[in-house]
């Protein structure tokens, strides 16, 4: 087996490899590095090739420490087939590799996050030599996906409610449109602004515009992204950015304006979601990630309860991940790190 940094010139074979693999996402697509690098955190990219095939894929965020020092991180990854009787001898090599590595650039530690199941029957493969596992993520630590069956199927699976919604905005007139081009800056402007005027309401923190330009212009000049937009009359009322990866789509940015007093209810909303399904489906995606649901029997009051309940009622299956493993490169400072909180403080809000 033969570990390396991947170049520009391994682009279509990783993006490749990606794409065709289960326990990937959009977090390892290539175009997500410009991303990573505007958060200040780039990408550095490792394969495993066993032959002449790639057979494991790292997507590896440096987020810089005081005195030099990094901790890394490999959202939702490594990428690889555990499923296949090999993905132990690959893992193991991938996670030497990268401990190796990583010690050479003084990063204290490792945070391996695969996009596995808590129930995955394959976590046992992450018993490895200075492994730490973690309960928690760095990502959302639960989902929903969606099986994007025909018309009739996807509706047979939301609740009454929804289906009502959906069927309501299309009698409100409510009308869904698709945008691609990464050179159009007005509609992720647009986003940009619902999503702040959706997250002023809740109390979250307000994301940077440029980031979502940056994402924009990265995953739609791939040709991996779309927004679509919620329309009554003209008027703009919902609007989200969607990421088809393979055979696997994510509802990714999101953000709608409220009614005002008096003003009769359209389910913008609920036309958009339906819509995104639509397309992606059409697109060749055969799943839909929902990217983010609040944890199972938490309260009311927890921060993701509403749109929580706005994604439960789309049907499909959630599904919690498995947690993190931090492969320990310096266990004295880790220990110390650990101690202290300040690595949980560096790293919270993931992405």
């Known amino acids: 087996m033969f570990f390396r940094m991947a170049d520009k010139e391994d682009a279509r074979h990783w993006q490749a490899f990606v794409a065709a693999s289960a326990s990937a996402d959009f977090l390892h697509d290539w175009a997500w590095g410009e991303v990573a690098a505007f958060d200040g955190q780039p990408h550095r990219r490792y394969l495993l090739e066993d032959g002449s ?145 959706t997250q002023q309401r809740a109390g979250f923190p307000l994301p940077p515009l440029e980031r979502y330009r940056v994402a924009w212009r990265a995953l739609a000049g791939a040709r991996r992204a779309s927004i679509l937009e919620a329309r009554h009359e003209g008027r703009l009322l919902a609007s989200a950015m969607v990421v088809i990866l393979g055979d696997r789509s994510y509802y990714l940015f999101s953000g709608s304006r409220r009614e005002g007093e008096g003003e009769p209810k359209r389910y913008a909303s609920y036309a958009l979601q339906w819509g995104m399904m639509q397309l992606a489906r059409q697109r060749g995606a055969h799943v839909h990630d929902l990217w983010g649901v609040s944890p199972a029997g938490a309260a009311s009051d927890h921060p993701w309860h509403g749109v929580g309940l706005f994604k439960k009622g789309f049907g499909g299956r959630e599904v919690t991940w498995a947690g993190s493993w931090d492969l320990v490169v310096d266990p004295t400072l880790y220990r110390v790190r650990a101690a202290t909180g300040a690595i949980r403080s560096l790293l919270r809000g993931g992405g």
């Open 53 to 197: 095939r790639i057979v494991a894929a790292a997507a590896v965020q440096v987020r810089p420490m005081a005195g030099g020092r990094s901790f890394w991180y490999v959202p939702h990854g490594p990428v690889l087939d555990y499923a296949d009787p090999r993905a132990g001898d690959w893992l193991r090599a991938m996670a030497g590799w990268l401990t190796r590595t990583a010690r050479e650039q003084r990063a204290i530690a490792v945070k391996l996050e695969p996009r596995l199941a808590a129930d995955d029957p394959h976590l046992g493969l992450f018993d490895l030599p200075n492994a730490v596992r973690l309960p928690d993520t760095l990502q959302v630590g639960q989902t929903r996906l969606v099986e994007l069956g025909s018309d009739i199927e996807l509706l047979g699976g939301f609740d009454k409610d929804t289906r009502y919604s959906v069927r309501r905005a299309i009698r409100e007139g409510v009308e869904v449109w698709v945008f691609d081009d990464p050179a159009d800056r007005r509609p992720v402007d647009d986003l940009h602004a619902l999503v702040v005027e």
